[in-house]
Structures are given as C-alpha cells and as structure tokens.
C-alpha cells in the first residue's frame, strides 16, 4: 500500500477505519508448543519463549498489511474469556459436564465459577500486554478482554459472599476498574470489552427462553448496559475502550442469530462506550436499521463486514455498498470497517488457513482506503 493511502486511514484515537477483532489463528509452532507442556516435555519458561517468538512475528506480519492496532492474536490463552475470568481474585477454572453447544459443533468442556470475594490484583495479563507493548512501536497495541457482562452472567456462583446479586453487581465492577487502572498504568490506551451475552436478547425465541427461566429480559437488558457503564466510568480520558458484540464464533460456527432491533436503544444509545465493533456479515445479524439509535456523534460504529469464518474473499464493492447503507443512518465519519468477529475465539480457531487470514485482513486495509480518501 502507498503511503497516501496509509494516511487517509489514520485517526487520532482507535478504533481506526481499518480495525480488527483481536484473536489470530494459533501457529502450528505455538499448537505444537502448548501440546508438548501439557505432555510435560516442555517446561513453562520454553513455551512462553515460543510463545514470544511467534508474537513477534504476527505483530510484524499486522504492521507490514497495514493495520494501525496490533494485538497477540490472543496466542497465549486457550479461550477467549476464561483466561482473563478465571485469573480474577475469587474466580476458578472448572470441567463441567459439557461445552458450549454451538451449531453443530460443541467446544471443549471447561467453565468458570466464583468461589470467593472478587478482586483484580496480581493477573498475568499484565505481563502479557507489556510484552505486545514493547513490540508496538508507532503501532497502538490493542488488548481485548471479555466483557464484565461475561462474568456477571455466565459465572457458576459457589460463595454465599453473593446470595445477593446487587453484591455480586458491585464487585464485579469494582474489579474491572482496577482492571482498566492496571492496564493503563501498564500503557494500554486501547481496550476492547468482548461480549456474547447481548445475543441472548436479539430474537423472540431467545428471549422467550429466559422467561421461561424466570429472568426479565427488559431488566437483563438495562442491567447489561449498567454493569458496562459502571465498570469503565472512571477509566483515563486519553483511553478508548470499546465492545465487541459477538453471536458465537468456534470452528466457523456461531450459536446465536437475530438483528440488533431488540436491544438497540440500549447499546446504540446507552452505552458510554467509544466504539462498538458489530457482526455484520450475513443475513443473521439483520440490518442496519437499529444504527439510527445511535445518538452520540463520538461514538464510532465499526462494521463487521469481512467474514472471519471463511476464507473467501468478499467482493470490495459489495462491501462499499454495504457501508454506504449504514452510512444512511450514520455519519460516514463515525463508521470503520472489520473483520466481523477474530479468526480463533478458542485456541482451535476457525477453518480458514493462515494466509487467508493476512489476506482478509489486508482486504479489510484496502477497502477502507478506498471509502475513507
């Protein structure tokens, strides 16, 4: 790409026209890495040099496409959520049953549940961004962690600390913005908060489930939204967070389906959020209609246009057509094009190759020079 084109692409603060989800496919090198550890033929500090050796590489590789935010593909961690949760302070790792049943597919069988007072203190993650932040350079290293949502809802609660969940509302919180605190004080000014449970609202059908299950989705709904606000409302000014909302993504299958229509005033309008990045990549996401909820001219819309799930290429001008449909209900300035979730949510990742991976990527880089000249 010239150097014209890198420079239409440039905002001063993420998320940046050309973006991307986070997670990248696990290397063969870090696959067979982390297959010897747990056969107990390599030690902790040999897997974290591979580990290392691969990161470099990947962050070099997202510099040379094009990409203004750099991640670690996500390299050092199994899940994309139950890292992060399960290094908490009161939180543990657990083999349920079952996985996550997925269309089609099920993952593997792990889970997480509180078993004591929650607190963010000394987490791994730390050390983690560091590393990505040496390797930046002129680059925004960008570090994405699920959403408190994610442990609010999905946590197996085993401690009587939290029989009353306005308690439980209150820690989870407190956490995350020691959490934010933590990861700024470390250098990171770009975070991304993953979130899969919003989807649970977005069709009748679903929401139907959990009446069934005595909850109220309307109050799930403004609770979801409150948790977010709350857990980031002192976070540095110079910091851009922002949510990834996503309907499941393993092995190139998803759970969940429906528009945005059901929660739009909500997350479009309610969420003190810098940016959303939004599944846009087929007929199970809907349309852009619910965009017009969104009341914020700061707020930036990055549309997940470009599949992660398959390795074909879209047509660039089915995609520029697509932009300018959004961009009926929103400022063209307030919109930014992406990958439409990451490319490996668990370490297994999607079934794509790596070269289509740099190739989706690098796609989404040239589209958007196009449409933001």
Known sequence: MNQSATKSLKRSIPPFRADQVGSLLRT???????EQ?????????????TENEEIRRIVGKQKEIGLQAVTDGEFRRAWWHFDFLENLDGVQGYEPESGIQFHGVQTKAHSIKVTGKLDFSDHPMLEHFKFLQGLAGSHTAKLTIPSPNMLYYRGKIETPIYEDKEVLFRDVTLAYQKAIRAFYDAGCRYLQLDDTSWAGFFTEESREKLRAEGKDPEAMIELSAKIINEAIENRPADMAITMHICRGNFRSTWTASGGYDAAAEAIFGGLNLDGLFLEFDDERSGGFEPLRYVNRPDLQVVLGLVTSKFGELENPDTIKRRIDEAARYVSLDQLCLSPQCGFASTEEGNLVAEEQQWAKLRHVV???ADVWK
Do not use: M, P
């Open 28 to 34: 063969e090198a870090i696959k067979k890495a982390r």
């Open 37 to 49: 550890r747990a056969a107990g033929s390599l030690s902790a500090e040999q897997l974290r040099e």
């Open 366 to 368: 040239e589209i958007a």
